[in-house]
């Protein structure tokens, strides 16, 4: 597990190069999530903390010490500092703020843990001879073996993204368009899949643990925003990207379109590896919509014209 840190805040970077070649677009509407009388779980007790593994867990009083548990394992917090131990020294100071992405991680691995050891019994495997990493991945190919991309799919990003794509044509670019599809549906089918795991093995977080750790979370550019009263369109991209490159005026003329009414942020992913992966980002760019309520109402991954973000500030009450 020692490179458990890295994997997941570089995560989000595995689409990138297919993303700034064809300037991927797949739209999507989050729901706010509902509201609950007696709010028990992360999701409902800190709405938009995270979208991972520990959504779903409840919150209640711990042993000293003890900051999750299931009933097949529990994590300390001595744990914690171990791995951020063996992060880059310049990360720690930035980890140690984040201790819940780091509590996510380190469940998400032992979730992925169990889940190995059952499949791996149910299917014969022999998991004797190969590491962790090895049997994660084996367990991966064999869960996402059913996830298909057809041709209907492929010829409807084609049809939405024919400006980005500079006339080239559907043969031209249908093996790229298929990977990055095949790519991100596998992707979300495991996410998914893991999280309904963590749901199955009703996880319990610390609440008193969680309280501290929700408010230092949220001390970050996207949740200051979020918190301002106002929308908020939220671009996350980098340097390098061409249609992050192509959002940016769009950005500026936006910022100063809506001055004092909307609040329009970009972040640099590779300089905020942690917010952007607490915030679900696997492909740049993503524009992320936010009501005057902080709640995520809807989100895009690729270019987005300003045209097509202005009828979404409509929808939200931004003229």
Request: proline share 5%.
């Amino acid at each position: 597990m020692k490179h458990l840190i890295a994997l997941a805040i570089t995560s989000f970077f595995f689409l990138t190069s297919v993303v700034s070649l064809l300037g991927a677009e797949q739209k999507n509407t989050v729901n706010p999530p509902s509201s609950s009388p007696t709010p028990r779980v992360v999701n409902d007790l800190y709405p938009g903390l995270t979208t991972g593994v520990l959504a779903d867990a409840r919150a209640s009083e711990l042993p000293k010490g003890v900051v999750l548990k299931t009933g097949k394992f529990v994590i300390r917090d001595h744990e914690l500092n171990e791995e951020i131990a063996q992060a880059p020294e310049e990360l720690r100071p930035k980890l140690k703020k984040y201790a819940f992405f780091i509590l996510e991680q380190i469940a998400r691995f032992k979730l992925l843990q169990a889940e190995v050891t059952s499949w791996a019994a149910q299917t014969g495997q022999d998991i004797s001879e190969k590491n962790e990493d090895e049997m994660i991945q084996k367990y991966f190919k064999a869960l996402v073996e059913k996830v298909k991309v057809n041709d209907a799919e492929i010829q409807d990003f084609y049809n939405e993204n024919t400006d980005m794509l500079q006339g080239a044509s559907l043969a031209q670019v249908k093996p790229q368009i298929e990977q990055f599809l095949l790519q991100q549906k596998q992707q979300d089918f495991i996410n998914e899949h893991i999280r309904a795991v963590g749901r199955r093995m009703q996880m319990t977080i610390s609440a008193s643990w969680l309280k501290v750790q929700a408010s230092c979370v949220r001390d970050n550019p996207v949740d200051r925003v979020r918190a301002s009263e106002k929308p908020s369109l939220v671009d996350f991209g980098s340097t390098g990207c061409v249609p992050c490159e192509m959002m940016a005026p769009i950005l500026e003329t936006l910022r100063e379109k809506h001055k004092g009414k909307l609040n329009v942020l970009f972040v640099h992913v590779q300089e905020n590896p942690i917010l952007a992966s607490r915030y679900g980002v696997q492909s740049i760019p993503v524009q992320i919509f936010f009501d005057k309520s902080g709640v995520e109402v809807y989100r895009h991954v690729g270019f987005l014209p300003q045209s097509e973000i202005e009828k979404q500030l409509s929808d939200m009450g931004v003229q």
